[in-house]
């Protein structure tokens, strides 16, 4: 296992339109600082998080996963990010990690927003998505997924883990900030992994104020980055032998 270069887009977005929200990320993406092996992106990245899946849904062979395709293969890099995908007669807000080479992963949020109506609108997945990704096995979250801890519960067995890595990617409102950082660390703690959360900043259509408060979390608990209000790109390191570290000297998953 290798250490991780990752870069988190703190941005705000611009409400339904995808023209000018790719072109931002453009812009944002010269920060990256290179090489790096993941770009995280937030939720529904291209049009915020609406509930106008008729007009803003595309196919995943759609302009907006062939950019991100397109940006993985410019970078050298893994990009992750959550969009809008009609499949069949059903709506997905569904997360895909799209890496150089132009190979996908696939993942449905399992939790749907009732207070915003998500449930009415979309079609919650069933099943996590965890696959390996230079060395690290990773699991894949969306914003409300955050909540319910019973769906991301990491176990091991012969000291090998499910996971070493979640990523959550939001549109998660400043108002309750405060339970997203927490639980952000309460993830990291209970399933000794690392965790990085990616949520946007600025105002949506809705008068809903996003503070971001795109972080990275050890194993251990600790914050390793944190960036709040501004957009902003971080660019940070994920050490594998402090997750090894973590693992050998308090190997609570075990007592499970």
């Keep these: 296992m290798q250490d991780l270069k990752v870069s988190l887009i703190q941005c705000d977005q611009v409400w339904e339109d995808k023209k000018?929200?790719?072109?931002h990320y453009e812009t944002m993406?010269?920060?990256v600082q290179l090489p790096t092996d993941i770009v995280v992106l937030p939720e529904m990245f291209q049009t915020a998080f609406t509930m106008n899946a008729v007009e803003m849904a595309e196919s995943i062979d759609g302009e907006s996963v062939q950019w991100l395709k397109k940006m993985a293969a410019k970078y050298d890099c893994a990009v992750t990010a959550s969009l809008i995908i009609k499949d069949g007669k059903e709506y997905n807000n569904r997360m895909v990690f799209i890496q150089a080479d132009g190979s996908i992963q696939q993942y449905n949020k399992r939790k749907l927003f009732g207070l915003a109506k998500e449930d009415e609108t979309?079609?919650?997945?069933?099943?996590?998505?965890?696959?390996?990704?230079?060395?690290?096995?990773?699991?894949?979250?969306?914003?409300?997924d955050l909540r319910f801890p019973e769906i991301s519960?990491?176990?091991v067995k012969d000291d090998q883990f499910e996971y070493d890595l979640l990523i959550n990617v939001a549109n998660w409102p400043e108002k309750r900030s405060l339970h997203?950082?927490?639980?952000l660390q309460a993830r990291a703690i209970e399933n000794q992994s690392y965790v990085i959360g990616v949520n946007r900043v600025g105002e949506d259509k809705n008068g809903l104020n996003y503070s971001g408060d795109s972080c990275i979390i050890a194993p251990s608990g600790m914050i390793?980055?944190?960036v709040s209000h501004d957009e902003h790109v971080v660019n940070e390191e994920l050490?594998?032998?402090t997750l090894k570290e973590v693992r050998k000297k308090m190997p609570f998953l075990k007592d499970r």
Excluded: D, M, P
């Design 29 to 31: 993406l010269k920060e």
């Design 224 to 226: 390793v980055s944190l």
């Design 122 to 144: 979309y079609t919650a997945g069933t099943e996590n998505t965890i696959f390996e990704y230079k060395g690290w096995k990773v699991l894949l979250q969306v914003c409300y």
């Design 153 to 155: 519960r990491n176990s």
């Design 20 to 23: 000018a929200n790719l072109s």
């Design 180 to 183: 997203w950082r927490t639980l």
């Design 239 to 241: 050490e594998s032998e």
